[in-house]
T-cell receptor, first 112, second 116 residues
Framework: AAGVIQSPRHLIKEKRETATLKCYPIPRHDTVYWYQQGPGQDPQFLISFYEKMQSDKGSIPDRFSAQQFSDYHSELNMSSLELGDSALYFC???????????FGPGTRLTVL | AQKITQTQPGMFVQEKEAVTLDCTYDTSDQSYGLFWYKQPSSGEMIFLIYQGSYDEQNATEGRYSLNFQKARKSANLVISASQLGDSAMYFCAMREGEGGDYKLSFGAGTTVTVRA
């Protein structure tokens, strides 16, 4: 069965650089979520999209932005990277009105 | 305020034994859902089991069962017949509201180590 795809799986950036993380949800899933998991921490919700519209926003820095495209894939854009942005970034997708969020494998971002 | 509390940072369990992971939650919503995820050292988040607030029966999925005590606001995960591959971090999570498009709030997690 198709799963959530995230790319890249690993990313190394320098401070003040930009990064773009991509997420391809499971086909026919209409909702996408982004979570950030710092080292030794639980995942924290960043932002979500339903039918290509932003539906909810969590503790996402102003330096970050995200969007969902017409093919339902989503991108998380991160600018002016800081050391503290080093984390595992998960994308999850679901069919709204269903009760399971399927997580992608995550993108491990390291900021040097 | 913390919505999900997992009080056990780490646990050891003998292979083939059962283990219970504690989870308590805090919500004023009548409709909510509780989830357990497994995160091995490789990092992926693996869905294990779901319990809806209106579900009268405790959820079960293979060796996983959820001991749902609504009045106590607890949703403990029981893993029966532990296997070495069960060694991982386990997260309890909650979504508030009905249906989809609601973010998950996670607990701090419990690390389970299965000993041979």
């Amino acid at each position: 069965a198709a799963g959530v795809i995230q790319s890249p799986r690993h990313l190394i950036k320098e401070k003040r650089e930009t990064a773009t993380l991509k997420c391809y949800p499971i086909p026919r899933h209409d909702t996408v979520y982004w979570y950030q998991q710092g080292p030794g921490q639980d995942p924290q919700f960043l932002i979500s999209f339903y039918e290509k519209m932003q539906s909810d926003k969590g503790s996402i820095p102003d330096r970050f932005s995200a969007q969902q495209f017409s093919d339902y894939h989503s991108e998380l854009n991160m600018s002016s990277l800081e050391l503290g942005d080093s984390a595992l970034y998960f994308c999850a997708s679901e069919v709204s009105s269903y009760n399971e969020q399927f997580f992608g494998p995550g993108t491990r971002l390291t900021v040097l | 305020a913390q919505k999900i509390t997992q009080t056990q940072p780490g646990m050891f369990v003998q292979e083939k034994e059962a283990v219970t992971l504690d989870c308590t939650y805090d919500t004023s919503d009548q409709s909510y859902g509780l989830f357990w995820y497994k995160q091995p050292s490789s990092g992926e988040m693996i869905f294990l089991i779901y319990q809806g607030s209106y579900d009268e029966q405790n959820a079960t999925e293979g060796r996983y069962s959820l001991n749902f005590q609504k009045a106590r606001k607890s949703a403990n995960l029981v893993i029966s017949a532990s296997q070495l591959g069960d060694s991982a971090m386990y997260f309890c999570a909650m979504r508030e509201g009905e249906g989809g498009d609601y973010k998950l709030s996670f607990g701090a997690g419990t690390t389970v180590t299965v000993r041979a």
